[in-house]
């Protein structure tokens, strides 16, 4: 296999991997007032013993609990496709800025994973059963750290976008230069 392809192929692949997070993120939490706001027969009745608060709070953190679990089992998969997609660039004599961009979306991804999560995951747990935890201290930290991270993650959609891009651009460039030696050729041969 081409190992262009290959490269688009797992970038394709980061791609579509970070979209599915972005939703899961964002309609988990929104699950929550889903199940609060109409809930099935017997979830009313769990939920009305516990109080709606109470079961706005435990699902919430529910939810909070699967998006951390959920990110930290991404990022691991994302380290991985870095790797893969950085000694796929590096085998090949192509241009410098496909390395580079590779390589930048592995350390975009370290760093994440390694110092933001940590401690977007402590402060998390501890807003977890806070109300109004937004206006507390750790709430705004804990903010200031997503929207780093979020921040990181659209940079990084952004070049794998443009790496992707780059990638199928070059093989187009490469196929036309193949089938112009190709006539070349065969214009040789013919005469």
Do not use: C
Not at 32 to 38: I, N
Not at 66 to 95: C, D, H, I, K, T
Request: overall charge positive; cysteine-free.
């Amino acid at each position: 296999m081409d190992i262009r392809r290959l490269a688009a192929f797992v970038i394709g692949a980061w791609l579509l991997g970070s979209l599915s997070m972005f939703f899961v993120a964002t309609q988990n939490f929104r699950g929550v007032e889903r199940v609060l706001d109409a809930p099935s027969e017997k979830a009313a009745s769990g939920i009305g013993s516990l109080g709606h608060e109470e079961a706005r709070f435990l699902l919430r953190y529910q939810v909070s609990e699967l998006n951390r679990f959920y990110f930290n089992v991404w990022e691991r998969v994302q380290l991985a496709l870095g790797a893969a997609l950085v000694l796929l660039a590096w085998r090949q004599p192509w241009r410098k800025r496909i390395v580079l961009i590779s390589a930048a979306l592995l350390l975009m991804v370290a760093a994440a994973h390694w110092l933001l999560t940590p401690d977007i995951t402590q402060l998390g747990r501890l807003m977890d059963f806070v109300p109004n935890a937004r206006e507390t201290a750790t709430g705004q930290q804990f903010w200031r750290y997503h929207q780093m991270y979020s921040t990181l993650e659209v940079v990084k959609f952004l070049l794998g976008l443009y790496l992707a891009y780059t990638l199928i651009a070059t093989s187009r460039e490469r196929g036309n230069g193949s089938e112009r030696a190709v006539r070349e050729v065969d214009a040789i041969h013919n005469s």
